[in-house]
């Protein structure tokens, strides 16, 4: 099974809301990633996790926070977002430590967000 | 700064027609490259992955090169169908500080008609 899952689908939030978006993955891998991507460009690294430590921080606002509560699971919790936040949000895993180098990337169908 | 470039950004053939993807890179001290298929809306999926210490690699219709030196990749369809309309990404992955980062190029869109 390559399969990582993303829910919800779709999200719509205004600026205020708090809500959080959840990846998993049963495939044993121990490197996962969250990724934005606009209309038409490719993906944009924002984090990643290697053991359940966030080893990778792209440089991301506070309003995006992520979380790895266990090896199969990766949330992102959202908070305060803008319009600009607007995207497709994927999660991808790869196995770890060293095939965090070397290893297939794996990504989910991906959350598209929408912020009014 | 790891520049990853591919050409064309589109490319619209008649079914049947073998196509040449090209993707180059402007750092060659990489691990690896990765070619990605997305359909609209959707999440990427993995096509082909060429360790830097490997020339090529094949997955039924498509064919992968890499030439790390020269800083290049191809990917190559043979006998092109409908369902091959996505776009392709390529990304590689950086050694050294930027260890785990894949950069990934903006994607050459294909369109097969019949």
């Known amino acids: 099974d390559t399969e990582v899952t993303q829910t919800p689908k779709h999200l719509v939030m205004g600026m205020t809301n708090k809500k959080s978006l959840k990846c998993e993955q049963h495939m044993g891998h121990r490197a996962m990633y969250w990724y934005k991507q606009k209309a038409k460009k490719p993906p944009e690294l924002m984090f990643v996790y290697s053991y359940e430590k966030l080893s990778i921080n792209e440089s991301v606002p506070s309003r995006f926070s992520p979380e790895c509560p266990n090896s199969s699971l990766l949330n992102l919790h959202l908070h305060a977002l803008q319009p600009e936040d607007s995207a497709l949000y994927l999660c991808a895993s790869s196995q770890g430590p060293a095939a965090v180098v070397f290893g297939t990337q794996y990504f989910g169908p991906g959350t598209r967000l929408l912020v009014l | 700064k790891q520049e990853v470039t591919q050409i064309p950004a589109a490319l619209s053939v008649p079914e049947g027609e073998n196509l040449v993807l090209n993707c180059s890179f402007t750092?060659?001290?990489?691990?690896?490259l990765q070619w990605f298929r997305q359909d609209p809306g959707k999440g990427l999926t993995s096509l082909l992955l060429i360790q830097s210490s490997q020339r090529e690699q094949t997955s039924g219709r498509l064919n992968a090169s890499l030439d790390k030196s020269s800083g290049r990749s191809t990917l190559y369809i043979a006998a092109s169908q409908p369902g091959d309309s996505a776009t392709y990404l390529c990304?590689?992955?950086?050694?050294?500080?930027?260890?785990?980062?894949?950069?990934f190029g903006r994607g050459t869109q294909l369109t097969v008609w019949p």
């Open positions: 990304a590689v992955r950086q050694g050294g500080s930027t260890l785990g980062r894949l950069y």
């Open positions: 750092d060659s001290a990489i691990y690896n």
